[in-house]
């Protein structure tokens, strides 16, 4: 007979060897509060480096709202899969089962209510961080794609909140969403079939619910996800910019994310779920009588964000209102870090003193400027009256086009004939355009009557 050699090593515990197996490794020091902080720790140093620059901490350089958009997608995730347990995606039980939420099911209305108030506010919030990174210059080298990667979120956003819209089937969503999707039937070519495809037929009805449903489920939230994971990744790569005052040197101090970044990430995110839980618990989300395709309302609008695009189909001719001007204006914002590289300002609000002055004076020039057209074109321009041998394309096409694209550049001319800086001008441009859009937008939501008629508050 042999001798067996000594005991085989004691194994661990289940509950350790699990620990260890989700952890790798020893778990050292081994009280159960500790091990949660390494792992939660190793967790967050896989999103963060371990220590960022200490400026950037500065509340109001990011206002936190690249942070504010991951915790308002989380909370868009988690309500939205809890309303897929009622939601019914056809049209004969969608509306039902937006009023069964509301009634019958325990804290129906408020899942759905903060649902929507989070999408829309991801809307405002994007735009709102798109607009930090600009006036800080933060998309510089080495972060130019990332901005591009920005954009396209944007726009998916932009995709969820309309894909979105239709799913309650009332009146608002069958009427925005058919006047939302007729503004891709004036894109040359491929606008009609592209419209076709996403209706799945000539017109809004049961193939439109299962395609926008199964977008807003699933290929936009998956395509977010992904990009969203990029974009942190290389935020993390390329680091945060530097925030800076005007004539201070570079701040080079750094601090440890542990605790000092996440401490305040922790409680931003506590503080915004109880003002959305607040908001959700008070202010409804619309819906209206069940859709009724026999009758469009008056004035039939799109959605908010799609209302600056409508205002300006008022105006200009169809394939410029909803092609030519939107595309051109997506272009130069995709190419923004491509015209722009004055590495001397990044980080600095509004890059210089002169540049916060001309940014104001080029904000109050768009909103002046744009409510001044809008109520000239309303009651006295008339490019097609005046110009009856032209197509209208022509007259209230390309002439129109081309009397703003000289306004601008003689602005951008005037500018640099004072020796503005480049970086400075183009921002006043940008500005300017900028003013210009949300005005319009806010006059298709506010101004526009029956018939879309302009309906000045004095009137
Ligand atoms: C789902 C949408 C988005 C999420 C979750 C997100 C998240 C973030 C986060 C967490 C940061 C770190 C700094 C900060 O909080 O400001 C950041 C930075 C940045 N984001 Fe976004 N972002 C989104 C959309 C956008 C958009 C629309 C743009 C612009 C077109 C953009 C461009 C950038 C750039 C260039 C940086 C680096 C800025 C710097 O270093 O100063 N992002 N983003």
Redesign the pocket.
Known sequence: MTDHPTHPPEKPALLTRIQQSIQRGPIRPPDDRSRMKMVMNSLILHIHPSKVSKPALKFTY?F????L??LL?SILAVTGILLLFVYTPSPDAAYDSMIALQTEINFGNLIRNLHHWSGNLMVVV?VL??L??FY?A??TRP?EF??VM??T??LL?IAANFTGYLLPWDQLAYWAVTVGTSLFDYIPIIGEPLTRLLLGGPEVGTATLTNFYGLHIAVIPLA?FAI?SF??WR?RK?T??VPREINQERDKGKVTTLPHLVSIEFVFALVWLALLITWAAFVNAPLEEAANPAHSPNPAKAAWYFMGFQELLLHFHPVFGAIIIPGLGLMVLILVPYLDQDMETTGIWFRSVLGRILAGLSFFLGVAGTFGFVWLNEYYLDFPGWLPFLPSSISNGWVPLAVILLILIGYYELLKAFGIKTCEARQAIFTLLLASFATLTFVGIFLRGEGMALILPWS
Not at 64 to 67: A, P, Y
């Open positions: 990011t936190g709202l690249g942070g958009l991951i997608g994007g961080h798109l930090r990174v800080t933060g998309f972060r990332n901005w920005g954009i979120l944007l956003i977010i969203v974009h942190i935020v390329d945060i910019t």
